[in-house]
């Protein structure tokens, strides 16, 4: 894959390097700046740390996240065809996690700073019929809808875009080529040795109604580990997966007398594979080592589904009303080799299309949301959100949420959430957004039932 992308690099720039430079080349340029603060209380839904196993550290009560990063995007335009780009960000991130004051246990934090790499590479615009893009480098993947995101990822690729008449086509294959950060002093290794054909078909079958169909093959060819090896802490990569991804989206939007304006999203997906799941035990305090104890493969399918409705009535068109829900199937059985739970691709990017502060993967989760918007002035809107969570099947692991304590596996009802999310845009490039959010757990947390976890979150970006 990596010299694919030299090679295919070198000969499209020897392709369209004889049509010349253009007699006014264009050099654009933009730049923006952000700070964002995070704060999740209560992550550990008031886990007595005195109950850590030895040797462990206590479940964290606050998670502190302080970002703030400059973003430069540059591109310069060759000719009619060819043209060049590069963005990135000088960042300095840090994650503090605070523990409860009963033990005499340090705060933990960790920083990240340097300059992360963003997109960067070569266009080239062909066809005539069939207006076509080849793009090599580092770029943006991201579909249509931001409520069931398939993919909102920088990805290392190839990738070749065509549009004719109401069809639009993407086609991709992607591999991480090099680390994210000068900070990093290695490729992620979850990420590292993936690769990627994503692709993509859009119809636009009538005035505000498409279709979108999507593909995405992951084959991971990471070193695999047998058990009573020995990994790096910072090297474990506890899953290799050789998966596929399909689905049809459908988004349509009416406007309709007296009634107002009604958005309606609806998508189904379904993945199936193998994969291998691996099993570490905790680092040695000496070598920063840890031992592979426990390795299995299984054969992975799942679905899930999900829709979403927001409706502006004509009468108050200040306002939005949505109901939404998403589903990802479990697994009920989960010692027979076979996991029927679905998981996401991992290119979603942030999950907080299900909620701010939990923010789950749709991987045996069910989510249904009920909110408002109100546009209050031109460039300022708030909105109020309402999220109900339980779990397909009855488990005691979850994949991914941000609260730090397992559920018990006696029960589907995880718990329930609100967020507040107000934006201010009334100043043109500054953008303001606040949010705050309250988790509550339910009778899956077992003792935990009942706890609450906040989130305040605070950013500030500003484009110029």
């Not at 990994?231 to 899953?239: G, L």
């Not at 309709?256 to 998508?267: A, M």
């Not at 997906?269 to 691996?278: L, N, Q």
């Not at 589907?412 to 606040?434: C, N, P, Q, S």
Request: glycine share 8%; hydrophobic share 35%; proline share 2%.
């Amino acid at each position: 894959m990596r010299n694919l992308l030299i090679v295919t690099f070198v000969a499209g720039l020897s392709c369209f390097a004889q049509s010349g430079a253009a007699d006014n080349p264009i050099f654009e340029y933009e730049f923006a700046l952000s700070l964002e603060r995070n704060v999740l209380d209560n992550v550990g839904l008031g886990n007595d740390p005195t109950l850590a196993d030895p040797g462990e550290d206590p479940v964290g009560d606050r998670v502190i996240e302080e970002d703030y990063e400059f973003e430069f995007a540059l591109e310069y335009q060759v000719n009619d065809n060819l043209y060049f780009f590069f963005s990135g960000s000088l960042i300095d991130e840090t994650e503090t996690l605070e523990f409860n004051n009963s033990v005499n246990t340090r705060d933990s934090s960790e920083e990240v700073s340097g300059l992360e790499r963003k997109e960067i590479g070569a266009g080239i615009y062909f066809g005539e019929e069939i207006d076509s893009e080849l793009k090599i480098g580092r770029m943006e993947f991201a579909s249509t809808s931001e409520w069931w995101l398939w993919w909102d990822e920088e990805l290392d690729a190839i990738s070749l875009e065509s549009s004719y008449g109401n069809f639009e086509a993407l086609l991709g294959i992607a591999e991480e080529q090099a680390r994210e950060t000068t900070d990093a002093d290695f490729i992620d290794p979850e990420i590292d040795g993936i690769k990627r054909i994503l692709a993509s078909l859009s119809w636009e079958f009538a005035a505000d109604q498409s279709l979108n169909f999507y593909y995405l093959d992951q084959a991971d060819n990471s070193s695999s580990f047998t058990v009573g090896e020995f990994e790096d802490f910072d090297r474990i990569d506890e899953e290799d997966a050789d998966l596929s991804w399909t689905g049809v989206s459908y988004l349509g939007g009416f406007d309709v007398d007296k009634v107002g304006e009604i958005e309606v999203e609806l998508h189904l997906a379904r993945v199936s594979g193998h994969e291998t799941v691996y099993e570490f035990d905790d680092p040695d305090p000496v070598t920063d080592q840890s031992e592979i104890v426990e390795k299995e493969r299984n054969r992975v399918t799942g679905s899930a589904h999900s829709y979403l409705v927001s409706w502006t009535p004509a009468a108050l068109d200040d306002w939005s009303f949505i109901i939404g829900g998403a589903r990802g199937e479990g697994d009920s059985n989960p010692g027979d080799n076979r996991d029927e739970s679905f998981r996401q691709s991992g290119l979603q990017g942030d999950s907080e299309s299900f909620g701010e502060l939990y923010q789950p993967e749709v991987s045996n989760m069910a989510v249904r949301v009920l909110g408002v918007e109100w546009e209050v002035y031109e460039g300022i809107e708030i909105a109020l959100l309402s999220y109900d969570y339980e779990q397909d099947e009855a488990a005691d692991e979850i994949r991914d949420v941000s609260i730090e304590i397992d559920p018990s596996g006696l029960s589907r009802d995880l718990g329930k959430e609100l967020d507040l999310v107000v934006t201010f845009e009334a100043y043109d490039g500054l953008e303001l957004i606040l949010v705050a959010a309250e988790f509550e757990a339910g009778k899956a947390y077992g003792i935990y039932e009942g706890e609450t976890s906040t989130y305040v979150s605070f950013e500030l970006a500003y484009e110029f």
